[in-house]
């Protein structure tokens, strides 16, 4: 689906007319029917939902009648207020003869100038309801230029309009069209994104009587909803708790365990992904997953969860292809809930070397771990993951083996002692000025591990008292820490980066 800017989008939406508007058309009317597509950005991940919004029927409010805006949300997701199986009431609307639309939310008593559509060009308005209820500002409208264009069978004005608040100069904002309202929809007539970037509006579609008027000719519907995460695999709330083997620097004992979560959601090559920890990403699509390969920048078969005895598919790792091959296919129960495994042996490129080897469980995955000998192809020798302790799901144990806990511990079974936990190491999260402060415990060496066994900093840290790291090639997310030397008992502990 591809996108353009505004200015280009309303070339499209609109061709100019040249006949002096009729009367004007009011925008609050019963039955009129708006279809808004909202789109998260920025730091959030890119999901798009359908929000209706209808008019229907009178209400008098300190002696005024307004008229009852009705909202159903197409879906329910992690950054929105949830989806409702009808329309529900969520404002009062009204407009006066002269061409002012006024909102009031239904969980407020105050109520918002939406438009004026007797403004002049060059005429200023300060407007109040251009952010969500709770992050309200004044922002100051500008009507920059007013036309006459053939839209949804007749001739309207349409008012191009710009903003400015304490923060910004004037800057293209928004589209009104009379009888319609903006582009962005019905109550984003003066929306302006607020910081970080988090939401956007585009009208989709405007009905009257149920009889479509207008269609967004970017979409070829009036329905967008790409916020669904696969309904099997990877969904939010989903944990993998392995056991594992370290082939780092310590190895009394050697054994330690990890959590794998889903941490959010992106939008890559126009798929929704389950974003998994920090790097990985998949999708899934009739019971096929597919995971996203950054080496190749492409989609490759992680699991097929509709293969049968024989039946192969490719898969690649960093530079790797692997033949992934069924050998068996069983099912087996767990806590009540019973999953079909597949049993399966990985070739490398010859076709005849054994990779790896292992049962897969549908909805769960590979049971050495989610991607399976990724650090082998890549020429590292990692952590061995020996088997999943559990699975779970918002919380629910769907998945757990053995007499062990699901709760993850640093590696090689090293205590946190309080001094660890406390004051050692601060701020934890690291601060935005980049560095982590170290309180001295005769340490030698600091190591900096990820939750994956891998060694990503060391430092010599000897006769320091105090120090600080600065947070450079480290990503975001949790790490290991351990502080080791002659004359202290070797300390680790976990901090994260924001």
Same mark, same amino acid.
């Given at each position: 689906?591809?996108?353009?800017?505004?200015?280009?989008?309303?070339?499209?939406?609109?061709?100019?007319?040249?006949?002096?508007?009729?009367?004007?058309?009011?925008?609050?009317?019963?039955?009129?029917?708006?279809?808004?597509?909202?789109?998260?950005?920025?730091?959030?991940?890119?999901?798009?939902?359908?929000?209706?919004?209808?008019?229907?029927?009178?209400?008098?409010?300190?002696?005024?009648?307004?008229?009852?805006?009705?909202?159903?949300?197409?879906?329910?997701?992690?950054?929105?207020?949830?989806?409702?199986?009808?329309?529900?009431?969520?404002?009062?609307?009204?407009?006066?003869?002269?061409?002012?639309?006024?909102?009031?939310?239904?969980?407020?008593?105050?109520?918002?100038?939406?438009?004026?559509?007797?403004?002049?060009?060059?005429?200023?308005?300060?407007?109040?309801?251009?952010?969500?209820?709770?992050?309200?500002?004044?922002?100051?409208?500008?009507?920059?230029?007013?036309?006459?264009?053939?839209?949804?069978?007749?001739?309207?004005?349409?008012?191009?309009?710009?903003?400015?608040?304490?923060?910004?100069?004037?800057?293209?904002?928004?589209?009104?069209?009379?009888?319609?309202?903006?582009?962005?929809?019905?109550?984003?007539?003066?929306?302006?994104?607020?910081?970080?970037?988090?939401?956007?509006?585009?009208?989709?579609?405007?009905?009257?009587?149920?009889?479509?008027?207008?269609?967004?000719?970017?979409?070829?519907?009036?329905?967008?909803?790409?916020?669904?995460?696969?309904?099997?695999?990877?969904?939010?709330?989903?944990?993998?708790?392995?056991?594992?083997?370290?082939?780092?620097?310590?190895?009394?004992?050697?054994?330690?365990?990890?959590?794998?979560?889903?941490?959010?959601?992106?939008?890559?090559?126009?798929?929704?992904?389950?974003? =998994?920890?920090? &790097?990985?990403?998949? #999708?899934?699509?009739?019971? $096929? +997953?597919?995971?996203?390969?950054?080496? !190749? *920048?492409?989609?490759?078969?992680?699991?097929?969860?509709?293969?049968?005895?024989?039946?192969?598919?490719?898969?690649?790792?960093?530079?790797?292809?692997?033949?992934?091959?069924?050998?068996?296919?069983?099912?087996?129960?767990?806590?009540?809930?019973?999953?079909?495994?597949?049993?399966?042996?990985?070739?490398?490129?010859?076709?005849?070397?054994?990779?790896?080897?292992?049962?897969?469980?549908?909805?769960?995955?590979?049971?050495?771990?989610?991607?399976?000998?990724?650090?082998?192809?890549?020429?590292?020798?990692?952590?061995?993951?020996?088997?999943?302790?559990?699975?779970?799901?918002?919380?629910? =144990?769907?998945? &757990?083996?053995?007499? #062990?806990?699901?709760?993850? $511990? +640093?590696?090689?079974?090293?205590?946190? !002692? *309080?001094?660890?936990?406390?004051?050692?190491?601060?701020?934890?999260?690291?601060?935005?000025?980049?560095?982590?402060?170290?309180?001295?415990?005769?340490?030698?060496?600091?190591?900096?591990?990820?939750?994956?066994?891998?060694?990503?900093?060391?430092?010599?840290?000897?006769?320091?008292?105090?120090?600080?790291?600065?947070?450079?090639?480290?990503?975001?997310?949790?790490?290991?820490?351990?502080?080791?030397?002659?004359?202290?008992?070797?300390?680790?502990?976990?901090?994260?980066?924001?």
């Amino acid at each position: 689906m591809k996108k353009t800017t505004k200015t280009i989008l309303m070339l499209l939406l609109f061709v100019a007319g040249t006949v002096k508007a009729q009367d004007y058309l009011p925008v609050v009317k019963d039955n009129a029917e708006w279809n808004i597509m909202w789109q998260s950005t920025s730091s959030w991940p890119t999901i798009r939902i359908t929000e209706s919004l209808r008019i229907d029927g009178d209400t008098l409010v300190n002696d005024m009648y307004y008229k009852k805006v009705m909202r159903l949300l197409s879906s329910e997701g992690p950054h929105w207020p949830g989806n409702t199986e009808e329309h529900e009431l969520y404002g009062l609307i009204r407009e006066e003869p002269e061409g002012k639309v006024f909102y009031q939310p239904i969980n407020q008593d105050t109520v918002y100038l939406l438009y004026d559509f007797n403004m002049n060009v060059n005429d200023t308005v300060v407007m109040s309801w251009c952010q969500s209820p709770d992050t309200l500002w004044d922002v100051t409208i500008r009507i920059d230029s007013i036309t006459t264009q053939y839209i949804a069978g007749m001739d309207r004005q349409v008012f191009y309009v710009s903003s400015k608040d304490a923060y910004s100069d004037w800057r293209w904002l928004n589209t009104w069209v009379e009888g319609i309202g903006a582009t962005e929809g019905l109550l984003y007539s003066c929306h302006v994104v607020s910081a970080g970037g988090i939401t956007l509006h585009e009208l989709l579609c405007y009905h009257e009587d149920d009889e479509l008027l207008y269609m967004n000719p970017e979409y070829d519907t009036c329905v967008v909803d790409m916020n669904p995460l696969p309904q099997d695999f990877a969904p939010l709330g989903a944990e993998w708790y392995f056991h594992m083997e370290s082939q780092g620097p310590v190895t009394d004992p050697p054994f330690y365990y990890i959590r794998m979560s889903v941490t959010g959601l992106a939008e890559i090559q126009g798929h929704v992904c389950s974003k =998994i920890d920090l &790097h990985d990403y998949v #999708y899934e699509e009739n019971h $096929v +997953v597919y995971w996203y390969n950054q080496t !190749n *920048d492409a989609f490759t078969v992680l699991y097929d969860f509709n293969a049968e005895e024989g039946d192969t598919w490719y898969c690649d790792v960093g530079e790797c292809t692997f033949l992934v091959t069924v050998q068996s296919v069983d099912s087996v129960t767990w806590n009540g809930h019973t999953y079909r495994t597949q049993y399966v042996t990985a070739y490398s490129d010859d076709g005849q070397t054994p990779a790896f080897n292992g049962r897969i469980f549908e909805k769960i995955g590979y049971e050495f771990g989610l991607f399976p000998d990724r650090f082998a192809c890549d020429g590292f020798d990692g952590p061995d993951y020996l088997y999943m302790r559990c699975y779970v799901e918002n919380g629910e =144990i769907l998945y &757990h083996e053995g007499d #062990y806990d699901c709760d993850y $511990v +640093v590696p090689n079974g090293i205590d946190e !002692n *309080d001094t660890a936990k406390g004051s050692l190491v601060y701020p934890n999260p690291i601060s935005e000025s980049g560095t982590l402060n170290f309180e001295q415990l005769n340490a030698d060496e600091l190591t900096i591990i990820t939750v994956d066994g891998r060694i990503v900093r060391k430092e010599n840290v000897k006769g320091l008292s105090s120090f600080n790291i600065e947070k450079r090639d480290l990503d975001a997310g949790l790490y290991f820490y351990m502080l080791s030397g002659e004359n202290m008992k070797t300390v680790v502990g976990k901090m994260c980066i924001k």
